[in-house]
């Protein structure tokens, strides 16, 4: 996606080989407008496929999916990382890893939001080695509910969450896809 590997040139800082940082357009600050676009081009990459609901992970998952949400005219659900006094009874839980703030986390669903029988597409802001997306994939099917769809908004490809999602049979749209960081510059697959 043209405008995205636009916008992550410009206002994307390079932190170290392995960490792009993003704040000022995606997950501190939203350029809705950007985000919009980004919804609406996975769904098109999606067109065809049927989907109930969009699942994320909470915090910086939400902008883009409640965007594609919104075009797909489906519920967003959020996977909260973060302990709740309303929410604590009635739960799927999984623990994931967090490559950019190295350490687990426990993520939470409330049982009422996720069906039997459900087509969920997962939407996620970055892809490294795949535990948040693998996690919320674990409680869509441990919902009786299935992972129709993947959309990453950026693939780190020199990681292998892209791989091993595929290799588990997981459909991955990613709408770009960083070859390296190496020497300070993102450098995009085709």
């Given at each position: 996606?043209?405008?995205?590997?636009?916008?992550?040139?410009?206002?994307?800082?390079?932190?170290?080989?392995?960490?792009?940082k993003v704040d000022s357009f995606l997950n501190h600050m939203v350029d809705p407008q950007l985000m919009l676009e980004v919804g609406q081009e996975f769904v098109r990459r999606f067109e065809g496929v049927t989907f109930d609901k969009v699942l994320t992970l909470e915090s910086s998952g939400i902008a883009p999916a409640v965007m594609t949400a919104l075009t797909l005219q489906v519920p967003l659900v959020f996977a909260r990382k973060h302990k709740s006094l309303t929410l604590k009874d009635d739960l799927y839980v999984e623990t994931v890893y967090s490559f950019t703030k190295q350490v687990h986390n426990e993520i939470t669903i409330s049982r009422k939001f996720l069906a039997p029988g459900e087509r969920i597409l997962i939407i996620d802001d970055f892809l490294a080695y795949g535990e948040a997306t693998f996690g919320m994939a674990r409680i869509i099917e441990s919902a009786g509910a299935t992972v129709a769809g993947v959309g990453i908004v950026i693939e780190k490809?020199?990681?292998?969450?892209?791989?091993?999602?595929?290799?588990?049979?997981?459909?991955?749209?990613?709408?770009a896809r960083i070859a390296s960081l190496g020497e300070q510059k993102v450098t995009f697959l085709p």
């Amino acid at each position: 996606m043209k405008a995205l590997q636009d916008k992550i040139r410009q206002d994307g800082i390079v932190l170290s080989d392995q960490v792009l940082k993003v704040d000022s357009f995606l997950n501190h600050m939203v350029d809705p407008q950007l985000m919009l676009e980004v919804g609406q081009e996975f769904v098109r990459r999606f067109e065809g496929v049927t989907f109930d609901k969009v699942l994320t992970l909470e915090s910086s998952g939400i902008a883009p999916a409640v965007m594609t949400a919104l075009t797909l005219q489906v519920p967003l659900v959020f996977a909260r990382k973060h302990k709740s006094l309303t929410l604590k009874d009635d739960l799927y839980v999984e623990t994931v890893y967090s490559f950019t703030k190295q350490v687990h986390n426990e993520i939470t669903i409330s049982r009422k939001f996720l069906a039997p029988g459900e087509r969920i597409l997962i939407i996620d802001d970055f892809l490294a080695y795949g535990e948040a997306t693998f996690g919320m994939a674990r409680i869509i099917e441990s919902a009786g509910a299935t992972v129709a769809g993947v959309g990453i908004v950026i693939e780190k490809s020199f990681q292998d969450g892209a791989r091993r999602l595929k290799e588990a049979g997981y459909r991955v749209e990613s709408l770009a896809r960083i070859a390296s960081l190496g020497e300070q510059k993102v450098t995009f697959l085709p």
